[in-house]
Structures are given as structure tokens and as C-alpha cells.
């Protein structure tokens, strides 16, 4: 297949020369790619490894494309040269078989990571130190989604302060502890929805003071403790669809928090507790039949 040199829409006054071999059957990186593309596309192939110094030197690239390979190893050095500090670049490393051999070196010699894709691979476990080496590399986006990520160890995002986004969605989460996120005190968008969370310990958000929205759809939350945020963020928007959430002390101070400040948006809010063995549903406007007990559990909650 051959490769094409069209131009990619680029910033500024100048246009990017991108590079696609996708479909192409490729086992390797291949050597012909231009030294000035800035966009190149590798998707969809074989590759199974990426070796040291066959990225080296392609400074204008600002995205890098290998999603849809065999990708199961990442050698120390393969993104050495790759990319520049005038440049920020985007990598695509969604839909390979990445386990957890992922370590710091991998990624030794990002010089400026815009945003960083690695869903969609067999990661279970995040490490300590595992993204260490992109502390210069200034990461904005990164995101771990559709993996089966069971545990995060204390420090896994060590050396990521500068992180805006991190997507943790559709993992087998099951229970949140403040260690997981030290180091994500610039973090503004946290996607935690569709895993198996339970229980989310106290103090676990509390160091987020630049958290802005927090999905936490679709797991098995039957309460959550105001104690999880100790002072929940100023213009908060918090995502509760699809929990089995039950009316009780532990969530009154949700409808605290919409008492202290504007409400600007609540969307479809409704509380469930139990009456007569059975759930009952009680929607915004009504009370819960429990006297003392929270009349509304919000499904999406944003105050300032």
C-alpha cells in the first residue's frame, strides 16, 4: 500500500505534511516516513513491538497514530527524539495489548505530551512511578479507559501535576482511597463512570481542589459521604446516573451543598430508599417516605 504525503491541518500559518501506512500490513516501523511529517499514521497494522531509535529525530511530529496494532512491548527509548518542546504531541496507543509491563522508561524522552490514548488494552494493575518520566513532558489528557484496571497503587500518577483529564471509565474499579490520586492536584476532569465502585473512602477527592467534573455513573454507589470531598469544589459537577442509590444521612450533604449556592443544573434527579422490601423511586419534587432522611440524591449536581 502506498504511503500518503498529504498535508494535515496544522496551527498557525503553516500546514502539517502528514504520513498514512495504515491497513498496510506493517510488522515494523517503517524507515521511508519523511523527517518533517508532523502528522503520521500507523493504525491498523501489525506491529507487535516498538523498538528504540526507529521514532528518533521526527521533532515536528505532533501526532503519532498506533492505535488498532499487535503493540504488547514498548522498548526503553522508543519515543527518545520524538516530538519537541515547540511541538505538543498527541499519542495513540489505544487498541494494542498492553499489559503491565508499562514502566517509567517507556517514555523517556517526551519532551511536551498534549495527550496520551492507551485505552482499550489488558492493563489490570497501575504501578508506582509508571508514568514518572513524562514529569517534563507536561501531560494535559491521558486516558486509561477500557482496560480491566482492578487496582491503582499509591504514586501511579506520580510525575503527572500538570494532568487536566483522566479517563478511568469501564475498568473493574471497585474501591477509591485517597492514595490513589496524590499527584493530581491540577486535575479538572476525572471520568470514573461504568467501573464496579462500591465504596469511595474519606478524604479520597479532597486534595483535587481544581476538580471541576466528576462522573461517576454507572457503578454500584449505594451512598457517597460528603467526607469523600471534605469541602466539595466550587462549581462541582457531579454525575450520579445509574447507581443504586439509597436515601439516607450520609446524603444529606448533597442537598447541603444545593442550599449554600446556585443550583445550574440538575438533570432527571431522583433518590431511591426502601419501602415494604421493595425500591421505591422519589423523584426532585417529592418527599422520602423516611422521616430525618435526605429528600433528594441528584443524578447531576453542579453549585457555585
Do not use: Y
Given at each position: 500500500m502506498a504511503a500518503s504525503g498529504k498535508d494535515g491541518g496544522g496551527g498557525g500559518g503553516?500546514?502539517?505534511k502528514a504520513f498514512h501506512r495504515n491497513h498496510a500490513g506493517l510488522t515494523d516501523i517503517p524507515r521511508d516516513i519523511p523527517p518533517h511529517s508532523g502528522v503520521i499514521n500507523l493504525s491498523k497494522n501489525k506491529i507487535?513491538?516498538?523498538?528504540?531509535?526507529?521514532?528518533r529525530n521526527f521533532t515536528n511530529c505532533q501526532a503519532l497514530d498506533l492505535s488498532y496494532n499487535n503493540i504488547a512491548l514498548i522498548e526503553p527509548g522508543s519515543f527518545e527524539g520524538l516530538g519537541s518542546v515547540k511541538n505538543p504531541l498527541r499519542l495513540f496507543l489505544s487498541n494494542n495489548y498492553l499489559e503491565n509491563s508499562i514502566r517509567s522508561e517507556m517514555w523517556k524522552g517526551l519532551k511536551n505530551v498534549l495527550r496520551l490514548e492507551v485505552a482499550f488494552n489488558k492493563i489490570t494493575h497501575l504501578r508506582r512511578g509508571m508514568f514518572l518520566s513524562l514529569a517534563e513532558a507536561k501531560l494535559k489528557e491521558l486516558n486509561l479507559g477500557a482496560n480491566n484496571i482492578l487496582q491503582i497503587a499509591e504514586g501511579s500518577f506520580a510525575g503527572?501535576?500538570?494532568?487536566?483529564?483522566?479517563?478511568?471509565?469501564?475498568?473493574?474499579?471497585?474501591?477509591?482511597?485517597?492514595?490513589?490520586?496524590?499527584?493530581?492536584?491540577?486535575?479538572m476532569y476525572l471520568f470514573l463512570e461504568e467501573n464496579k465502585i462500591s465504596l469511595i473512602g474519606e478524604g479520597t477527592f479532597a486534595n483535587l481542589k481544581s476538580l471541576h467534573r466528576l462522573c461517576l455513573t454507572g457503578n454500584k454507589l449505594k451512598s457517597l459521604n460528603g467526607l469523600a470531598f471534605n469541602h466539595p469544589?466550587?462549581?462541582l459537577q457531579l454525575e450520579l446516573?445509574?447507581?443504586?442509590?439509597?436515601?439516607?444521612?450520609?446524603?444529606?450533604?448533597?442537598?447541603?451543598?444545593?442550599?449554600?449556592?446556585?443550583?445550574?443544573?440538575?438533570?432527571?434527579?431522583?433518590?431511591?430508599?426502601?419501602?415494604d422490601k421493595k425500591l421505591v423511586k422519589?423523584?426532585?419534587?417529592?418527599?422520602?417516605?423516611?422521616?430525618g432522611q435526605c429528600w433528594v440524591v441528584l443524578l447531576v449536581l453542579s453549585t457555585s
Open positions: 503553516g500546514r502539517l507487535s513491538i516498538l523498538r528504540a531509535g526507529r521514532l503527572l501535576s500538570t494532568l487536566r483529564f483522566l479517563r478511568l471509565s469501564d475498568n473493574q474499579l471497585k474501591h477509591l482511597k485517597p492514595s490513589m490520586f496524590s499527584g493530581l492536584e491540577m486535575i469544589t466550587r462549581h446516573r445509574e447507581n443504586p442509590l439509597e436515601c439516607s444521612e450520609r446524603l444529606c450533604w448533597i442537598k447541603k451543598s444545593l442550599s449554600g449556592g446556585h443550583v445550574e443544573k440538575i438533570d432527571k434527579a431522583e433518590c431511591n430508599t426502601l419501602k422519589s423523584h426532585l419534587a417529592e418527599q422520602c417516605p423516611e422521616p
